[in-house]
């Protein structure tokens, strides 16, 4: 039923919750053939109408205007008008499944709101849903973001924004065009559910171009920044100014100037690099291109770049661009100084079930939203997470991770966080990265590995993780954290939670987290259980104390 009304050009524009609403409410009825389900006469609430079943045929003053199969709808103007009068017959060809939407359906499902309104509300949502600076925000933070909203209108030719004026507004149109317009060159033309303006919520700074009504009767939707930062504060504030300002600014490798080494890896360096114009700092990951080659990563070094630049969530690491040169491929990444996951759990000791919420949930909506882009991970663990300044996660090190539609078969990532469908070599998904956030949570909560702990032979250690029992020290008694690590660890991919149907949905819902606030997290309305003091990074060398290798390089670099 929800796939049909998702064809509806009304209701394709609710979101999930809503239209379940509105499935649950519907009434299902079974008609027999040549039966007249509803006429001018004999109509009674019905706004809408669904076939589940079978066929009806539509009649328009007794004239027939059309069939009706399995899985069509009809009724789109009898929801957008209900003062208007329904003047269809609907009768059935055979028997027939059909799904009715009354009036108190609609009214369930809306509340107060009438139809324009909640489609209005489900527009503005869905627009700046698509906008990283609105795109994290709590579902609280997004409900007062969008009930903040005013309309206004303007007449053709009239200026919206003027290039070169400190702005305060931002706009989405909801009917109408625009242009846009710098030094006196039209760039090009918005229209409905367009928006413009956003920087001007963070940042006091001129204009960069105007924006004028192209027609009369202009509509559009506005946020003054003085709402909008009653609304957005503290730690989220932060991050998106820091994130806005990182993704706006151009930078060059010639601009680089490097400070120090933070990390070594198997193929080179990552240095912490200040952009000299800016004074903007990053991590500058330095890739041999020899070593590249002696191991035949060719491949996946280009699909690690691949990966890493389409990746755009708050606890992930944001790749700015990438350069090559005669010897290296450099990856320039938004800078993290919190120091790796790894080290904070040793800090912490054994975690509480708080603080192994916080970190679990946080590495569930990361890779969540890897594998609703079919990207497997393949090697989580706490070594490849860091910690923001703010006591965030930022999962990084996309080398191991693929792009995945049907099954992979390589043995790779870390032996102990390996699950066991990728040393049996049978072929696996995503379900591997379920896996390892057991092993992590175990870890979190247990102190040890799961499996193979007193191991550093690879083959005992994937005999342990095939075989071996999996037990829990005396100190862990909570029966739901006890349960949420074996279904984690479940052998059987099809059995593991997580893995179903329902994926994530699952594990977030699990008892165990029955006390935590998901909407808090996303929204950076959390305290962390460890914010670093000062910078902290897995190495940490003075630029001065070691030869400099490739940044300072006479071979001209070019963007990759």
Not at 132 to 151: G, V, W
Not at 167 to 182: H, M, T
Request: hydrophobic letters at 35%; glycine letters at 6%.
């Amino acid at each position: 039923m929800t796939e049909a009304l998702q064809q509806s050009t009304i209701f394709k524009q609710f979101n999930g919750e809503q239209l379940n609403d509105l499935a649950d409410t519907a009434i299902v009825r079974d008609y027999p053939a040549n039966y007249y389900i509803l006429n001018k006469d004999k109509v009674k609430s019905v706004r809408y109408i669904i076939v589940l079943e079978g066929r009806v045929e539509l009649f328009l003053d007794d004239k027939s205007i059309g069939i009706l199969t399995r899985g069509k709808s009809f009724g789109d103007q009898y929801v957008l008008n209900h003062k208007l009068k329904f003047q269809h017959t609907v009768k059935s060809l055979e028997l027939c499944k059909i799904a009715l939407i009354t009036e108190s359906c609609l009214s369930d499902c809306l509340g107060n709101n009438n139809i324009d309104a909640s489609i209005d509300y489900n527009n503005k949502k869905t627009i700046i849903k698509k906008m990283y600076i609105f795109r994290y925000l709590s579902e609280k933070q997004c409900n007062m973001f969008i009930e903040a909203f005013r309309t206004t209108r303007y007449e053709e030719g009239d200026y919206i924004i003027q290039e070169g004026e400190v702005g305060s507004r931002f706009y989405i149109i909801k009917n109408g065009e625009v242009e846009i317009i710098k030094n006196n060159k039209k760039l090009r033309t918005l229209g409905k559910n367009d928006y413009f303006g956003e920087r001007a919520l963070l940042y006091d700074e001129p204009r960069t171009a105007s924006v004028i009504s192209k027609v009369n009767d202009l509509e559009c939707w506005f946020v003054d920044k003085k709402v909008f930062l009653q609304i957005i504060e503290g730690p989220m504030l932060a991050h998106l100014e820091e994130r806005i300002k990182m993704q706006d600014t151009k930078v060059e490798m010639d601009e680089l100037q490097t400070e120090r080494i933070i990390g070594r890896g198997t193929f080179g360096t990552v240095k912490l690099v200040h952009h000299k114009p800016t004074k903007i700092r990053y991590a500058l990951k330095c890739v041999s291109k020899k070593n590249i080659i002696e191991l035949n990563q060719q491949t996946n070094i280009m699909l690690e770049r691949e990966i890493t630049a389409e990746n755009d969530h708050p606890f992930i690491v944001r790749l700015v661009r990438t350069f090559k040169d005669a010897k290296y491929f450099y990856f320039l990444t938004e800078l993290v100084t919190g120091g790796e996951l790894y080290d904070a759990i040793r800090k912490l000791g054994l975690l509480s079930k708080s603080q192994s919420q916080f970190y679990l949930g946080s590495l569930i909506l990361a890779i969540e939203y890897l594998h609703e882009r079919n990207i497997v991970y393949r090697d989580l663990k706490p070594e490849n997470i860091l910690l923001d300044k703010q006591g965030y996660v930022k999962l990084i090190d996309f080398g191991c991770a693929k792009k995945i539609q049907t099954r992979a078969y390589t043995l790779i990532g870390t032996p102990h966080y390996m699950a066991p469908e990728v040393i049996l070599g049978k072929g696996y998904g995503c379900t591997v990265d379920i896996w390892a956030l057991g092993v992590c949570l175990y870890e979190f909560i247990c102190g040890p590995l799961p499996f193979g702990n007193d191991q550093e032979d690879q083959l005992e250690i994937f005999r342990d993780i095939l075989t071996g029992q999996l037990t829990f020290p005396d100190y862990v008694t909570d029966k739901y954290t006890i349960n949420l690590m074996k279904r984690l660890l479940c052998r059987l991919p099809q059995g593991r939670i997580g893995c179903s149907i329902n994926g994530f949905k699952d594990i977030k819902e699990h008892p165990f987290f029955s006390d935590f606030n998901w909407d808090k997290l996303a929204g950076r309305l959390l305290d962390p259980p460890l914010v670093s003091k000062g910078e902290t990074y897995a190495e940490d060398i003075d630029i001065n104390q070691i030869e400099e290798e490739d940044v300072d390089d006479d071979d001209d670099e070019e963007e990759d």
